[in-house]
């Protein structure tokens, strides 16, 4: 431990501190979550599961996303940090596992963007094909050639340009997509306005799955909610990040998880609460399907909503991976190469080049090996929600720990015991039904999407081969600051594992 009469210089930021207020971390978060993608994209596939009682299972998701989202409000409330989980991780569980974390993580927000831009290309081109009669299949790889630099240009320039377009690009989709909803609203289908979708004895009607497909339903509503933790890399650059960083992910998934529940019940209101086949049956997305319906000619909106929403979860995820990466590079957990900040932009250079080549690889290879869209719903739907589940739940034994030994006067049994543990269980139950051998035969996923378990457990095994060359080639410095937030110091960090080994208290003057 380090000699007590010396106190370690604090853990400093090269970022720009103190630039974004509580709106701008707020729709950081929400734009993570991609409203309009959230919203319309998998429409189809909930109604097909939860039936007409999809909104339901999108409320009861709200409960036990809040609950996960409990646990990152436990950890940014002491440790702001670019480093997010890594950070939270590392110091709860030790460094080796907060490496893994962030390891699996690079397989959820640095992979997001890329095949996010080649979907909406597909997207768009294939509604242009059937309106106008004009090929432009290529359309994919042109949005993700112009989309990912356009996003570094962004990311490249400053925090606050960023913080700008998130606001305005997320506050379009959102617009858009509530006046679809609405629209459902003033002209229903058959049986009108109804409260019929949050009626429990509803459940399973228009669905074949009965009750196993509503439980379905809401695993995929959770997954489709993951993206309210997108503020805490952000925390380096947040005013008062203590308080501002777990009132953003609070709010975040309050605002999204309304705003979810009554698009999917306006949507289905418009096409009839009566009989969601045609929701199930159609051709189009049904978002789509909708707006041609009651917009007419003006269905192209629509569009600019997933456009909107495309550049803004491709930004918001960027920002999340870079940050992330600039920590352990300065860290030393990664190479010291991503830590380079611009001297003026105070933006993370090196690791906004790192996640656009990466974007670009990726894309562009999931695109033309898969096709767009295979290649959207074997990565993000499929690879990225067995990434982050695992983030999830190291973080939620991490918090336990953390409370239970550095914070033990602060320990709160539904917090910091119950909330973790109920969600964490949750989430194995949403990767066993999802997943063979557990899944029922007639919901376990084709190939390619079969394969996602395989790549995620090949990627975990190649981080830990990684924590071995580190050990052997005797590179670990890196542990001793793994688990520093915003101001703390190595001293800091030390008398924290004190406490962690039997004195919790030690750390209580320094909240």
Same mark, same amino acid.
């Given at each position: 431990m380090a000699d007590s009469t010396r106190q370690a210089a604090p853990i400093q930021t090269d970022l720009r501190?103190?630039? =974004?207020?509580?709106?701008?971390?707020?729709m950081q978060a929400i734009?993570?979550?991609a409203p309009a993608i959230a919203a319309l994209f998998f429409t189809q596939f909930l109604v097909t599961l939860a039936g007409v009682t999809a909104p339901l299972a999108y409320v009861i998701a709200v409960v036990i996303v809040l609950m996960l989202g409990n646990t990152l409000i436990q950890f940014s409330?002491?440790?702001?940090s670019a480093g997010g989980y890594y950070t939270y991780v590392s110091r709860s569980l030790g460094a080796r596992a907060g490496f893994i974390t962030s390891w699996m993580f690079i397989l959820y927000a640095p992979l997001a963007g890329s095949v996010i831009y080649g979907f909406f290309g597909f997207i768009a081109a294939g509604e242009i094909k059937a309106s106008y009669?004009?090929?432009?299949?290529w359309l994919w790889w042109v949005c993700l050639l112009v989309g990912a630099p356009f996003i570094a240009f962004l990311q490249y320039r400053g925090i606050e340009l960023s913080a700008r377009t998130l606001l305005i690009a997320g506050g379009a989709e959102i617009l858009i997509v509530l006046s679809l909803a609405i629209t459902g609203f003033l002209k229903p289908g058959s049986g009108g306005i109804s409260l019929a979708v949050f009626n429990p004895s509803n459940i399973g009607v228009g669905s074949t799955l009965g009750f196993s497909g509503f439980a379905l339903g809401i695993v995929l509503?959770?997954?489709? =909610?993951?993206g309210w933790e997108a503020a805490a890399p952000l925390a380096e650059e947040t005013k008062e990040p203590k308080r501002n960083v777990p009132r953003s992910v609070l709010l975040s998934i309050c605002i999204l998880g309304v705003f979810l529940v009554f698009t999917y019940w306006g949507i289905i209101t418009g096409f009839g609460v009566n009989s969601v086949k045609p929701i199930v049956t159609s051709s189009d997305l049904p978002g789509l399907a909708l707006a041609r319906l009651d917009w007419g000619a003006g269905w192209w909106i629509i569009l600019l909503a997933f456009m909107s929403s495309t550049v803004a979860v491709c930004l918001a995820t960027a920002n999340v991976?870079?940050?992330?990466?600039?920590?352990?590079?300065?860290?030393?957990? &990664? !190479?010291? #190469? &991503?830590?380079?900040?611009?001297p003026v932009r105070k933006t993370p250079t090196h690791a906004i080049y790192a996640q656009l080549t990466l974007s670009l690889v990726v894309g562009?290879?999931?695109? #033309?090996?898969?096709? !767009?869209?295979?290649?959207?719903?074997f990565v993000d739907g499929l690879i990225l929600v067995l990434g982050v589940s695992f983030v999830y739940l190291m973080a939620n034994v991490g918090v336990i720990r953390y409370y239970l030994k550095e914070r033990r006067a602060e320990f709160n049994p539904l917090l910091h015991l119950i909330f973790p543990v109920v969600s964490g269980a949750v989430l194995i139950y949403a990767l066993a039904e999802s997943f063979p051998p557990f899944c029922p035969p007639a919901n376990c996923p084709a190939a390619p999407y079969s394969y996602a378990p395989l790549v995620d457990g090949v990627w975990l095994v190649l981080g830990v081969i990684v924590l071995l060359w580190y050990f052997f080639q005797k590179r670990e410095d890196w542990l001793r600051n793994a688990g520093a937030a915003l101001g703390e110091s190595e001293d800091d960090l030390a008398m924290a594992r004190v406490g962690s080994a039997g004195h919790p208290q030690v750390n209580e003057a320094k909240a």
């Amino acid at each position: 431990m380090a000699d007590s009469t010396r106190q370690a210089a604090p853990i400093q930021t090269d970022l720009r501190p103190e630039t =974004l207020g509580l709106v701008s971390v707020t729709m950081q978060a929400i734009t993570h979550i991609a409203p309009a993608i959230a919203a319309l994209f998998f429409t189809q596939f909930l109604v097909t599961l939860a039936g007409v009682t999809a909104p339901l299972a999108y409320v009861i998701a709200v409960v036990i996303v809040l609950m996960l989202g409990n646990t990152l409000i436990q950890f940014s409330r002491h440790l702001p940090s670019a480093g997010g989980y890594y950070t939270y991780v590392s110091r709860s569980l030790g460094a080796r596992a907060g490496f893994i974390t962030s390891w699996m993580f690079i397989l959820y927000a640095p992979l997001a963007g890329s095949v996010i831009y080649g979907f909406f290309g597909f997207i768009a081109a294939g509604e242009i094909k059937a309106s106008y009669n004009v090929d432009i299949s290529w359309l994919w790889w042109v949005c993700l050639l112009v989309g990912a630099p356009f996003i570094a240009f962004l990311q490249y320039r400053g925090i606050e340009l960023s913080a700008r377009t998130l606001l305005i690009a997320g506050g379009a989709e959102i617009l858009i997509v509530l006046s679809l909803a609405i629209t459902g609203f003033l002209k229903p289908g058959s049986g009108g306005i109804s409260l019929a979708v949050f009626n429990p004895s509803n459940i399973g009607v228009g669905s074949t799955l009965g009750f196993s497909g509503f439980a379905l339903g809401i695993v995929l509503a959770v997954q489709g =909610l993951t993206g309210w933790e997108a503020a805490a890399p952000l925390a380096e650059e947040t005013k008062e990040p203590k308080r501002n960083v777990p009132r953003s992910v609070l709010l975040s998934i309050c605002i999204l998880g309304v705003f979810l529940v009554f698009t999917y019940w306006g949507i289905i209101t418009g096409f009839g609460v009566n009989s969601v086949k045609p929701i199930v049956t159609s051709s189009d997305l049904p978002g789509l399907a909708l707006a041609r319906l009651d917009w007419g000619a003006g269905w192209w909106i629509i569009l600019l909503a997933f456009m909107s929403s495309t550049v803004a979860v491709c930004l918001a995820t960027a920002n999340v991976s870079t940050r992330m990466w600039y920590s352990m590079g300065r860290g030393g957990a &990664f !190479p010291k #190469w &991503f830590a380079h900040v611009h001297p003026v932009r105070k933006t993370p250079t090196h690791a906004i080049y790192a996640q656009l080549t990466l974007s670009l690889v990726v894309g562009l290879f999931a695109g #033309w090996y898969y096709h !767009p869209d295979v290649a959207f719903f074997f990565v993000d739907g499929l690879i990225l929600v067995l990434g982050v589940s695992f983030v999830y739940l190291m973080a939620n034994v991490g918090v336990i720990r953390y409370y239970l030994k550095e914070r033990r006067a602060e320990f709160n049994p539904l917090l910091h015991l119950i909330f973790p543990v109920v969600s964490g269980a949750v989430l194995i139950y949403a990767l066993a039904e999802s997943f063979p051998p557990f899944c029922p035969p007639a919901n376990c996923p084709a190939a390619p999407y079969s394969y996602a378990p395989l790549v995620d457990g090949v990627w975990l095994v190649l981080g830990v081969i990684v924590l071995l060359w580190y050990f052997f080639q005797k590179r670990e410095d890196w542990l001793r600051n793994a688990g520093a937030a915003l101001g703390e110091s190595e001293d800091d960090l030390a008398m924290a594992r004190v406490g962690s080994a039997g004195h919790p208290q030690v750390n209580e003057a320094k909240a």
